[in-house]
């Protein structure tokens, strides 16, 4: 008998592909139109698991379709091989990180050969290859140039854990990203990439991105880009040269500003600090110290208590000349804005947290329960609950009630201000600081510039020397790249200076402008620089003359279609689209976003959790594979449910996919016409389903509906059986037909059972190339009569129905179509009578 073994057709197949490499993309005159399908290429921290099975899974759904519809698809892979795991696995193991890296990626090598997703193998890279990191120094030399790579000295984001710095991204709720331990702030030089100079583009450009990237994703960058509007006010101080800028989004309420807030490990507080008595400079010393070891989200938090030193120095506002008392406060963050704040304690509730705390004045500048035109007031509520009627009430009293007025309102006590609403307040106060010369509009990112440089040694080495008489020297171009020294020998041991710099051989160098005795940057860098452009590096991977090739980004770039964990929906995405803004900016790009759509999957968990071998629950990728065989296992992955939705292994049968298979595999053995039969003659109702599939399946798959897509094949099959046991029989044109469709759209899920069929169908591989059939239209028109609608025996009107159309459903549109509503008027209907689907007679009396 027949019987469908998945593992002999795997065999039968792998090396069939392999000589016919059929996924290799950009031939030489190929003439067909192009797409870019990507997935989030892999770390290779072991073997590929059930995640990378279901995110390449859909990455290859994406590809094997466009291919279908006549595309020349690029799908390449390559390994984000540099990071902190390789270089603790081996410190554990006292190995080279570098051995257990290439082991790892031959191991998932092998294992997405079985895996069969349609690769270009030719572009394969690694990051840590020096043929691949020596293009990530020459993009940090030229953003050198631009000064958009910089180093400066400041309070840097620390693990104490992995000993190494951290970018603020990589900080998640104070705590480190990668091990989990709390974050401490560390006074240390560092280098950056100056994000914030593209603030409003990486937040204008993801209006681009509406509609093509998951929403969540789109305003999780929007959150993370943070920007705000208002004004920079300048203070001066008593005593002292100069103006001290403050930014706030509410420069209508300037008048109420009480006192002002210096974030206590700012350089301005300490040099307030420096001058005031013993007395305050101990007590400053001391809360500086206790505050060092705080997270920002600790210090933001507005339901902790408010702590503070008074300086005993006083600044000046602008606008009414008022001496405002100086306090040194956590509450405020010495990296956003100015690091100082006018304090507002009437209108902002952290102000008035810290004024109740130091009994410090609160003066009301918005009268919330004045209406505003336009504006429906927020109606207050009384300690009891109650409402207060808003009419001719005073306003509230922050002070006393402990909440801040952070409503709209008409501005008092403000002098040119009053009576303004607080939108033309805010406009007016800038007005009237910018004809003074004492403030301007100002806007503000939460966005900070990106750190880069990391004190570990399994990354792209920072191409810089530093000498004593020159200061920083970049490395040539000619000297790229600077190549990672052997491992051996070094002790990769975190402690908090990189490993690098300790191999001596390597980082005394001659420097590069005087010749005299310099030294190595010892950093390296942020493995997401690696990832921020290796979507570039795969148009021409092979090419040892420049990252990229303009001509070739122009032809492929941007990404069409990537794919890949919404994990990445803030760092990685963001830093890729700023360096495409960047390589826009030099000239080499011609467009300013990298990635056209994104396809986030959902996890693929157990029992309704995540899989881990601490709990014991995981699904190994390799054994399910062993056990079902590759094209069960896609199948089971795509029918799931939508790619977006996490699938629970629990749920699934990859049993009952392998028999789908088995059926469909089965009908391409049953088949009796030849391919030259003429279709026209098969039978008409499974023609229709094999049509509308054809039909709808292109829509379907763009919408990432994959598990339709399935559900319709299985279908078909259901329906091509169907036909040869007790219908025209296996030897109809549409059974044949049937059959091909089958194969043709199976090979986005089962590609080895596709190509099979493809084989006992009579033809020669590779299925993959075969173009899209053209649904034929006279197959998907829903016939339609037309029935005619009476009123008393006079034809009134006529609707376009379908044939099946219940009695109920044709009186319910005859009694709402316009021509019968007319003509009954205010008559009392006593009689219909439906003939579905061709006639409706309405019997009227009045
Ligand atoms: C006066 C004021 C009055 C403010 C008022 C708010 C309400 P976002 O929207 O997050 O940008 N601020 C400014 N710099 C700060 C810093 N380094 N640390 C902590 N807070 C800081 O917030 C801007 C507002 O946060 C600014 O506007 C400032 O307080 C405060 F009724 O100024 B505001
Ligand atoms: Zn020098």
Redesign the pocket.
């Given at each position: 008998p027949d019987v469908y073994d998945f593992a002999a057709i795997q065999a039968k197949w792998l090396p069939v592909w392999d000589e016919l490499d059929p996924f290799r993309a950009g031939r030489e005159g190929d003439t067909r139109p192009r797409k870019y399908v990507l997935d989030m290429f892999p770390y290779p921290s072991g073997d590929l698991h059930m995640g990378h099975a279901e995110a390449f899974g859909f990455g290859d759904i994406a590809a094997r379709y466009w291919r279908h519809q006549g595309f020349d698809v690029l799908h390449p892979i390559g390994w984000d091989s540099f990071g902190l795991p390789a270089e603790n696995a081996a410190i554990k193991r006292g190995t080279d990180p570098r051995t257990w890296t290439y082991a790892n990626i031959e191991q998932q090598k092998r294992s997405f050969r079985q895996y069969a997703p349609s690769f270009d193998w030719s572009r394969e890279l690694h990051t840590s290859d020096p043929e691949y990191y020596k293009w990530n120094q020459w993009l940090f030399l030229k953003m050198y140039e631009q000064g958009i790579a910089y180093r400066k000295a400041g309070q840097v984001n620390w693990c104490p854990n992995d000993q190494t710095v951290l970018a603020n991204e990589q900080v998640v709720d104070g705590h480190c990203e990668r091990c989990g331990a709390v974050v401490t702030k560390k006074a240390l030089t560092q280098w950056y990439f100056r994000v914030t100079d593209y603030g409003d583009r990486l937040l204008d450009d993801l209006n681009q991105l509406e509609g093509a990237w998951p929403s969540k994703v789109v305003s999780m960058q929007r959150n993370w880009i943070g920007r705000?509007s208002?004004a920079d006010v300048e203070f001066e101080i008593e005593g002292r040269e100069g103006r001290v800028p403050?930014?706030?989004?509410?420069p209508d309420?300037l008048y109420g500003a009480t006192f002002m807030v210096v974030?206590v490990d700012s350089d301005l507080a300490a040099e307030l600090a420096s001058g005031a008595s013993d007395e305050v400079r101990r007590r400053f010393d001391d809360y500086l110290d206790s505050v060092r070891a705080e997270s920002d989200i600790d210090r933001?938090a507005t339901d902790r208590p408010k702590s503070g030193v008074f300086l005993e120095r006083y600044a000046i506002n602008p606008l009414n000349g008022e001496r405002l008392p100086i306090w040194a406060s956590d509450?405020?963050?010495a990296d956003?804005?100015?690091?100082a704040?006018?304090a507002?304690p009437a209108?902002?509730q952290r102000?008035l947290d810290f004024a109740r705390a130091f009994e410090l004045p609160v003066r009301v500048v918005v009268d919330t329960n004045a209406p505003v035109t336009g504006v429906i007031p927020v109606i207050p509520l009384d300690e009891d609950g109650n409402p207060y009627v808003p009419d001719d009430l005073p306003p509230l009293d922050p002070a006393s009630t402990g909440v801040a007025l952070?409503g709209d309102g008409r501005l008092i006590n403000s002098g040119p201000l009053d009576g303004l609403s607080k939108q033309n307040a805010i406009r007016r106060a800038i007005e009237i600081l910018e004809e003074r010369g004492t403030g301007r509009a100002a806007k503000?990112f939460?966005l900070r510039d990106w750190l880069i440089s990391r004190q570990r040694f399994w990354g792209t080495p920072i191409p810089i020397i530093h000498c004593a008489d020159c200061g920083e020297v970049p490395v040539p171009q000619e000297d790229l790249p600077v190549r990672l020294p052997d491992a051996a020998g070094l002790d990769l041991k975190p402690k908090g200076q990189s490993p690098l710099g300790a191999a001596e051989d390597w980082v005394n160098v001659a420097c590069p402008n005087c010749g005299g005795a310099a030294k190595r940057d010892s950093d390296t860098m942020d493995t997401f620089v690696d990832s921020s452009w290796y979507y570039l590096r795969y148009l021409n991977a092979a090419d040892d003359t420049q990252a990229f090739d303009p001509a070739q980004a122009e032809k492929w770039a941007p990404v069409d279609q990537y794919v890949g964990g919404v994990e990445h929906a803030i760092l990685h995405l963001l830093y890729a689209r700023f360096v495409t803004k960047v390589l826009f900016d030099l000239g080499y790009l011609s467009f300013t976003e990298p990635f056209t759509s994104l396809l986030n999957q959902g996890m693929v968990l157990m029992d309704g959790s995540k899989m881990s071998k601490s709990k014991g629950n995981l699904v190994e990728f390799a054994s399910e594979l062993a056990a079902h065989g590759t094209d069960a296992l896609r199948v089971t992955l795509a029918f799931a449910g939508p790619p977006e939705d996490d699938i629970d292994w629990a749920d699934v049968s990859p049993t009952g996919s392998a028999k789908f298979l088995a059926r469909a595999w089965r009908i391409s053995g049953e088949v009796t016409s030849n391919p030259d039969v003429e279709w026209k003659s098969g039978d008409a109702s499974l023609r229709r389903i094999t049509h509308r599939l054809l039909a709808d399946a292109p829509a379907l798959a763009e919408a990432y509906k994959f598990n339709v897509i399935v559900a319709r094949l299985m279908e078909l099959v259901n329906a091509t059986r169907k036909a040869i046991d007790s219908g025209p029989g296996a030897g109809d044109a549409a059974v044949r037909e049937a059959a091909e469709v089958t194969a043709m759209i199976l090979d986005l899920f089962a590609p080895y059972t596709a190509e099979d069929m493809w084989q006992r169908l009579g033809y020669k591989p590779t299925v993959a190339l075969v173009p899209w059939r053209k649904a034929d239209r006279a197959l998907l028109v829903e016939e339609s009569v037309t029935a005619i609608l009476q009123v008393d025996g006079k034809v009134r009107d006529r609707v376009e129905v379908s044939p099946k159309i219940s009695a109920d459903e044709l009186e319910r549109i005859a009694r709402s179509t316009a021509g019968v509503v007319r003509a009954v008027g205010d008559r009392e209907i006593v009689n219909v009578i439906v003939r579905a689907p061709k006639l409706v007679n309405i019997a009227t009396r009045g």
């Open positions: 705000s208002g403050v930014f706030t989004t509410r309420t974030a933001l509450y405020v963050l956003y804005g100015h690091g704040i006018m507002v209108h902002d102000d952070t503000n939460r």
